[in-house]
C-alpha cells in the first residue's frame, strides 16, 4: 500500500481536459514540494512537473501542478493519444520512516 | 546532458546479494545533489530505495534498510547499491537517478531487470 494516495484509472477523449489527484498527510505532502512523473509504456519515468508546479524545460504548457494541503492535483490539457501513460506523484515524507514515496500511480486512457 | 546507466547481473539466486553500479556522465557527482535507486516490479508501482550524497551521507527506505548498502565512488563518478538475503519479492527493474530539491527525480537511468530465481 503506497503512502500517497492515486485512483488507479482515469480516462478522456482527444482534446479533452484531466486531473489526476495524489492525497497525503501533513508528514509528506503537507510539508514538502510534489513532483509528478510520466511513464510510458517500457521506459524509465520522467519528470512532468517539480516543485508543485513548475516545468522542466521541454515539458509543454499542457501539463499543469498545483497543491492544497496535503493534496496535489496534475492537470493535462489537450490530451492526446501520446498522452497515454501511468502517471505518479512523489514527495519527501518527514516523518520517523523519512525518506522519497510515491503514489501507486494512475493509468491514462485517452479513448 | 546528465546520463546514467546501471549495470549489473539480470539474474541472482535468491538468498544472495544483488549488487548494481551506476555510472554517471555529463555531471560530476562530486558536484552536489543526492544520487539514489528505485524500483519497480513487473506490473507494479515506484519504491524508493534509499538515495547517498557524495560525501557519504545515505537515507535508505525503512522497510529495506537492513538489507541495503548504498556507496559512492566519486573518482569513477559512479555508485552502488547492494541488497542481501534477496527473494522473489526482489524482482524488479531498478533503476538510478538523480534527485534535487525536495527529492524532485530530474534524471532516471534507462532501468536493468534484475529476476530472483534459482
Known amino acids: 500500500q503506497s503512502v500517497l494516495t492515486q485512483p488507479p484509472s482515469v480516462s478522456a477523449a482527444p482534446g479533452q481536459k484531466v486531473t489526476i489527484s495524489c492525497s497525503g498527510s501533513?508528514?509528506?505532502?503537507?510539508?514538502?514540494?510534489v513532483s509528478w512523473y510520466q511513464q510510458l509504456p517500457g521506459t524509465a519515468p520522467k519528470l512532468l512537473i517539480y516543485?508543485?508546479?513548475k516545468r522542466p524545460s521541454g515539458i509543454p504548457d499542457r501539463f499543469s501542478g498545483s497543491k492544497s494541503g496535503t493534496s496535489a492535483t496534475l492537470g493535462i490539457t489537450g490530451l492526446q493519444t501520446g498522452d497515454e501513460a501511468d502517471y505518479y506523484c512523489?514527495?519527501?515524507?518527514?516523518?520517523?520512516?523519512?525518506?522519497?514515496?510515491f503514489g501507486g500511480g494512475t493509468k491514462l486512457t485517452v479513448l | 546532458q546528465v546520463q546514467l546507466q546501471e549495470s549489473g547481473p539480470g539474474l541472482v539466486k535468491p538468498s544472495e546479494t544483488l549488487s548494481l553500479t551506476c555510472a554517471v556522465s555529463?555531471?560530476?557527482?562530486?558536484?552536489?545533489?543526492?544520487w539514489g535507486w528505485i524500483r519497480q516490479p513487473p506490473g507494479k508501482g515506484l519504491e524508493w530505495i534509499g538515495s547517498?550524497?557524495?560525501?557519504?551521507?545515505?537515507y535508505y527506505n525503512p522497510s529495506l534498510k537492513s538489507r541495503v548498502t548504498i556507496s559512492v565512488d566519486t573518482s569513477k563518478n559512479q555508485f552502488s547499491l547492494k541488497l542481501s538475503s534477496v527473494t522473489a519479492a526482489d524482482t524488479a527493474v531498478y533503476y538510478c537517478?538523480?534527485?534535487?530539491?525536495?527529492?524532485?527525480?530530474?534524471?532516471w537511468g534507462q532501468g536493468t531487470l534484475v529476476t530472483v530465481s534459482s
Open positions: 547517498i550524497y557524495h560525501s557519504g551521507s545515505t
Open positions: 512523489g514527495t519527501w515524507d518527514s516523518s520517523l520512516s523519512a525518506g522519497k514515496v
Open positions: 555529463g555531471y560530476s557527482i562530486s558536484s552536489g545533489y543526492y
Open positions: 501533513s508528514s509528506n505532502i503537507g510539508n514538502n514540494y
Open positions: 516543485e508543485n508546479n
Open positions: 537517478a538523480r534527485l534535487g530539491v525536495g527529492a524532485t527525480i530530474d534524471y
